[in-house]
């Protein structure tokens, strides 16, 4: 099994990166938040998780073990794949997810693109007890009325999602959220 993984960001691209490890190039696959940082550094450490398959073998990188760690205790549900925990992972903060789930807001995890109605109910219900949330509960539904906002205001879920990660968690008002994000979608 490969643990870690630390050495040169070769190339970024949609959905993965290569990163030379001393003369051997390895596909990392991560989530779109981890390929931006990564995409800026020279050098590169990710936490990983390697999932073998009778045609391949695909690791997934993280630069946070709790990262990894979630992208495990998905896995261990019936009905997801890597590809899917990868896809909830890259909604938002690991910490929103936990609130997600500890306020069993399955209707939050449906917004990843292939999660049904039912699927976020299974997810909520098997990870309830596993997870604990952050401190602070990380302002979700703040996230919630703000996201739903810029998606009213012709911004893309995807960039939206992006502007909202980038928030520092201390603002928690929804309002104040969103004027943050407006900010960092406007480039003022």
Known sequence: MIGRIEGIVVETSAGHTLIDTGHIGYIVF???DTLSKVRKAKTATLWTHLVVRENALDLYGFLEKDELELFELLLSISGIGPKSALGILSLTTVDTLRSAVSEENSAYLTKVSGIGRKMAQKIVIEL??????????TGLKGDEDALEALVSMGYSLSESRKALREISADIENSNDRLREALKLLGGN
């Not at 309830?128 to 509960?137: M, N, Q, S, T, V």
């Open 30 to 32: 991560a989530t779109p």
């Open 128 to 137: 309830k007890d596993k997870l604990i949330a952050g401190p602070e509960g």
